[in-house]
């Protein structure tokens, strides 16, 4: 027995090696085997007021808590471009928008090089998968939200339009679209996205006979900050922690680095002369709660049905959001509050549970490293870089950092320590983010950092595409209220005019 325990023990030790060998490769064949599904999750202007995040200490996100449990949080994720358009047209086509003139509010399609890109889903659905999306994803022209109908099999609901719920209350900042509202609370939500989560959480239940691409997109936080009211109700308004604000923050910066965004300083102004910041955010984060609410729900129908281990999920936002940083509310800036994003993902087999990941990633990444995942064949022309060396070891050396640009040859470099910032006028913003997380010290005009900025210079494109011109951008509107509305009628007697003619 002397003799035989060891041999026992061997033989314990050896068996639970085989198994858990075993266990690996069953969840690895069940990912790689076949092909896994994918849930898609996007919300628009969300920054990082959730708890995983921990931007804003009051906010109350189980669910958002609840993903990152599931698998891997990226702390440090950026958007390619901090306005919806540009960005998910960057995403969901791979390309960057300084190599497609795409900066702006330009219809993908119309874009004469992206006229036939095959698209994120495309590729899923050119390659075997049920391809399927609802709210927004792509950015809507004419139609709110509408799909690009090339990329999906089927659409859910997308037009914001139809039955609202009453309004409890509304408030607003005069001459802005800051608007925010509490909406009555009913049982089934009326909202796009409630009705697109309902849509979302009805798929997962079903079986399906190949593979799914499920995209499901939220269109809260972005403005007006509607929600119902037990949302409003989760938060005590007069005790909500304020952003902290440095009011002299802009007097180190000039050119384009101070004035770009001048929408958005007027908005801060306006909102601080009439003492709404806490309104505001007390709106914002009830929205917040809201989508968080609706990503529990579509969670649930996930851990309820058979898919639930065999589908990818991936949650990301657009761009982030200001609330008052830089003396500026909204986005469209190459700071870090328009910038960094929220990104999580969970791969059944492939990501440890519970992980944050410090590396620098970006929505570019998104496209190539699905495919990856999914094992479906690569696309050479795709500019992003696949991640997935860092969802199996989260401090896997990384030494590629994040580009964004907001705007013809205005760049922002990001790694873990920096932000350089240039702009086409040539003014420049240095950032050291392991002392200035919040990027108040410009040390772009200090020479001994001449270094640092000329080795994250290398990072800029050399010869960004100008501006991409299209029918839709050729619409002159005046941006006041009313201007989007006005610019979609034209657009359609536009559309309507063309096909006449052919
Ligand atoms: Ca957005
Ligand atoms: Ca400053």
Redesign the pocket.
């Known amino acids: 027995m002397l003799i035989l325990k060891p041999i026992f023990v061997c033989y314990k030790r050896f068996s639970l090696l085989i198994g858990t060998l075993i266990l690996a490769l069953s969840l690895n064949a069940k990912v790689h085997g076949k092909n896994p599904n994918v849930l898609f999750i996007a919300v628009d202007d969300l920054n990082d007021c959730i708890e995983p995040l921990g931007g804003h200490p009051d906010s109350i996100t189980p669910n958002f808590n609840r993903l990152a449990k599931m698998g891997v949080t990226f702390e440090n994720a950026f958007c390619n471009a901090p306005i919806c358009n540009p960005s998910r047209v960057s995403l969901l086509t791979g390309r960057r928008p300084s190599s497609t003139g795409v900066y702006g509010f330009q219809p993908m399609r119309e874009v004469s090089s992206l006229k036939n890109v095959v698209t994120l889903p495309q590729h899923f659905k050119n390659n075997g998968y049920h391809v399927m999306g609802s709210g927004k994803i792509f950015h809507g022209f004419g139609e709110p939200h509408g799909p690009d109908k090339r990329s999906f099999d089927e659409y859910g609901p997308f037009n914001p339009s139809g039955k609202q719920a009453k309004k409890i209350w509304e408030d607003r900042i005069p001459g802005t679209q800051l608007r925010w509202a509490a909406k009555e609370n009913l049982a089934e939500d009326p909202y796009l996205d409630g009705k697109a989560a309902r849509w979302t959480a009805d798929k997962l239940k079903k079986s399906h006979d190949k593979p799914f691409f499920l995209a499901f997109g939220m269109v809260k936080p972005h403005l007006p900050l509607y929600a119902p009211e037990k949302f409003f109700n989760l938060y005590e308004k007069e005790n909500m922690t304020l952003p902290v604000i440095?009011k002299k923050?802009?007097?180190?910066?000039d050119g384009m680095a101070a004035s770009q965004q001048s929408k958005g300083i007027k908005r801060a102004i306006k909102v601080e002369e009439l003492s709404k910041t806490k309104d505001l955010v007390h709106a914002y984060l009830a929205t917040v709660s809201y989508i968080d609410s609706l990503i529990g729900e579509v969670l649930d129908a996930l851990e309820e049905s058979p898919h639930k281990e065999n589908t990818i999920i991936v949650l990301w936002s657009d761009h982030g959001y200001h609330m008052g940083e830089k003396n500026t509310w909204s986005k469209s800036t190459l700071w870090e509050e328009s910038l960094r994003i929220p990104l999580f993902l969970h791969a059944p087999g492939v990501t440890p549970m519970n992980v944050r990941c410090k590396r620098t990633v970006s929505l570019i990444d998104l496209y190539p490293t699905l495919i990856d995942l999914c094992n479906l064949p690569k696309i050479e022309v795709l500019e992003g870089r696949s991640f997935l060396p860092l969802l199996k070891k989260a401090d896997h050396p990384w030494n590629y950092p994040a580009l964004s640009c907001n705007g013809l040859n205005n760049f922002s470099v990001r790694t873990e320590n920096w932000r350089y910032s240039k702009y086409r006028d040539g003014s420049e913003e240095l950032y050291d983010h392991s002392k200035d997380q919040k990027?108040?010290?410009?040390l772009a005009k200090n020479p001994e950092y001449d270094s640092v900025k000329k080795e994250l210079a290398q990072h800029i494109p050399k010869k960004p595409v100008k501006e991409a011109e299209t029918l839709w951008t050729s619409i002159k509107v005046s941006t006041q209220e009313g201007g989007t509305e006005e610019r979609k009628r034209k657009y359609q007697e536009l559309i309507e005019a063309q096909k006449k003619q052919n």
Do not use: F, S
Request: glycine share 0%.
């Open positions: 440095n923050d802009l007097e180190d910066l990027e108040w010290r410009n």
